[in-house]
């Protein structure tokens, strides 16, 4: 059979997630609008007859502005050692530049075979999509080009293809059950913050963390962190409103997740400063 690894590398916010999880035919990562929600390096896994595609989405390039997204780019800087190929998304609906190009010379500097997705190619007219094609064809030596929308699944079949002739043979990295390489516990803290991340407004995204302190027959306990006082209160909310309605949201891809029905407890609590903490990202 054919296995391998795929790194899925592109700037932040172009739908690297979304698309990874379209690959593997369920959600395996979280996603939302707020750049750099993708903090930790994730393996998505598409099971075929042939072949086990392992998609390693990582955090989106970028310039680190503190110890978390330094961390983070680490994280994407030494995952590119011992893939097969890259697949590199951009955005069709923004334009490609700068940013774009920078991630490009990264990818095509590994001399792998790299296929590019353009991505959110929906509700785009289709001489917007050619032009934008053009622009990208222009990053590099590409394998393979594709125009796609993880949203609608336009194109990921091919796109899928495309990526499974470039691995070489192999036995399969994972179980043919397995879906990720993330615990029962990170799946659940991701849900949580995913919930939080489309709830939340202003500088809160970026403050928060997730850390589960259990997963019990009849409760599931997990610890929100933020950095300041202010934050705690919008994350909680008029008389709790807010920290309800995440965990309403959150509840039942926990408990699908976990088998059974639980009482998801959301404690939300104050750890300053928590992203310049070293102790604290390796906890991440």
Not at 10 to 19: A, E, Q
Not at 110 to 135: C, T, W, Y
Request: hydrophobic fraction near 45%.
């Amino acid at each position: 059979m054919k296995s391998g690894l795929v790194a899925v590398a592109g700037r932040p916010n172009v739908g690297k997630s979304t698309l990874v999880n379209a690959l593997c035919g369920e959600k395996v990562a979280i996603t939302s609008d707020v750049p750099n929600t993708t903090r930790r390096r994730l393996f998505g896994v598409a099971n075929g007859p042939d072949h086990q595609l392992t998609l390693v989405d990582l955090p989106g390039f970028q310039r680190p502005l503190d110890a978390l997204t330094e961390k983070m780019q680490e994280t994407v800087d030494a995952s590119f050692e011992d893939v097969d190929a890259v697949l590199l998304v951009v955005d069709a609906r923004a334009r490609i530049g700068a940013g774009d190009r920078f991630v490009a010379r990264r990818v095509f500097g590994l001399e792998k075979p790299v296929v590019i997705a353009l991505n959110k190619i929906d509700r785009l007219k289709r001489g917007h999509v050619f032009s934008q094609m053009q622009a990208a064809s222009q990053l590099g030596d590409f394998h393979a080009l594709h125009p796609v929308s993880a949203v609608t699944k336009d194109g990921v079949d091919e796109l899928r293809g495309d990526l499974v002739f470039l691995l070489p043979e192999g036995p399969a990295y994972f179980p043919g059950e397995q879906k990720t390489n993330l615990t029962l516990e990170e799946r659940v803290s991701e849900v949580i913050r995913e919930k939080a991340l489309r709830l939340t407004r202003d500088e809160v995204p970026h403050a928060i963390m997730v850390e589960v302190d259990e997963i019990g027959e009849r409760v599931v306990r997990a610890f929100v962190y933020v950095e300041a006082e202010s934050q705690k209160g919008i994350l909680v909310g008029k008389k709790g409103a807010m920290v309800r309605e995440i965990g309403t949201r959150a509840r039942p891809e926990v408990e699908a997740l976990v088998g059974h029905s639980v009482f998801l407890e959301l404690v939300v609590k104050v750890r300053p400063k928590w992203r310049r903490d070293p102790r604290m990202l390796e906890r991440l």
